[in-house]
Nanobody, 121 residues
Framework: QVQLVESGGGLVQAGGFLRLSCAASGRGFSINAWGWYRQAPGKQRELVAGITSDGTTNYVDSVRGRFAIFRDIAKNTVYLQMNSLKPEDTAVYYC???????????????WGQGTQVTVSS
């Protein structure tokens, strides 16, 4: 099993910045990919940014150039640096990992508890 703990959300004014972090813990797993998703009220959850085990990143168009995803492999932690925040970035942000459980060699997805990001205009 993999546990994910997120931190870093909060209230910020438009144009400001926040950094989210997500730490993975547990035993006997290997992470294939990390992702940050968000869900605004009344909207579907969407993938904001992702990073694979080889460091390849991808972003939704609305955040490209403003957000950056990066990871600390030694700490099993992924970060989302969010700059030039806009009111439309307001949402609950969720961390997700695609992990292989070494004992069973099965792939599983795990979710963090979510962290609220609110951007005021």
């Amino acid at each position: 099993q993999v546990q994910l703990v997120e931190s870093g959300g909060g209230l910020v004014q438009a144009g400001g910045f926040l950094r989210l972090s997500c730490a993975a813990s547990g035993r006997g797993f290997s992470i294939n990919a990390w992702g940050w998703y968000r869900q605004a009220p009344g909207k579907q959850r969407e993938l904001v940014a992702g990073i694979t085990s080889d460091g390849t990143t991808n972003y939704v168009d609305s955040v490209r150039g403003r957000f950056a995803i990066f990871r600390d492999i030694a700490k099993n932690t992924v970060y989302l640096q969010m700059n030039s925040l806009k009111p439309e970035d307001t949402a609950v942000y969720y961390c997700n990992v695609d992990a292989t459980l070494i004992r069973s060699y099965s792939n599983q997805h795990y979710w963090g508890q979510g962290t609220q990001v609110t951007v005021s205009s």
